[in-house]
């Protein structure tokens, strides 16, 4: 069992930056791919980004609309995983969710990993 609970969301104007993190619960943290998710009102679950577990390297993997904008990390001592989000643009409002599974080395689909933050909101002011 794993319990993701997400931070650092927050407005910020257009070209700006934001960093968020997700704190996870349990001692097998870096066995768990995780990835951020984000929703927009009235619209489905995204993917944005993910970072598969330590043994199968770390890899990192984007969203063709956040790709050479956000980066995603984790950082295994402390249990957590980030989002660095830079040059934001106005559709990148949304609630944001962390999200974790131990099965998959990574995923782009929502419905593979088990385990989800309750989200946080990063509106981006035009």
């Known amino acids: 069992q794993v319990q993701l609970v997400e931070s650092g969301g927050g407005l910020v104007q257009a070209g700006g930056s934001l960093r968020l993190s997700c704190a996870a619960s349990g001692r097998t943290f870096s066995s768990y791919a995780m990835g951020w998710f984000r929703q927009a009102p009235g619209k489905e679950r995204d993917f944005v980004a993910a970072?598969?577990?330590?043994?199968?390297?770390?890899?990192?993997y984007y969203a063709d609309s956040v790709k050479g904008r956000f980066t995603i990390s984790r950082d295994n001592a402390k249990n957590t995983v980030s989002l660095q989000m830079n040059n934001l643009k106005f559709e990148d409002t949304a609630v944001y969710y962390c999200?974790?599974?131990?099965?998959?080395?990574?995923?782009?689909?929502?419905?593979?990993?088990?385990?989800w933050g309750q989200g946080t909101q990063v509106t981006v002011s035009s």
């Open positions: 970072i598969s577990s330590r043994s199968s390297g770390g890899a990192t």
């Open positions: 999200a974790a599974d131990s099965s998959i080395t990574y995923s782009n689909k929502a419905y593979e990993y088990d385990y």
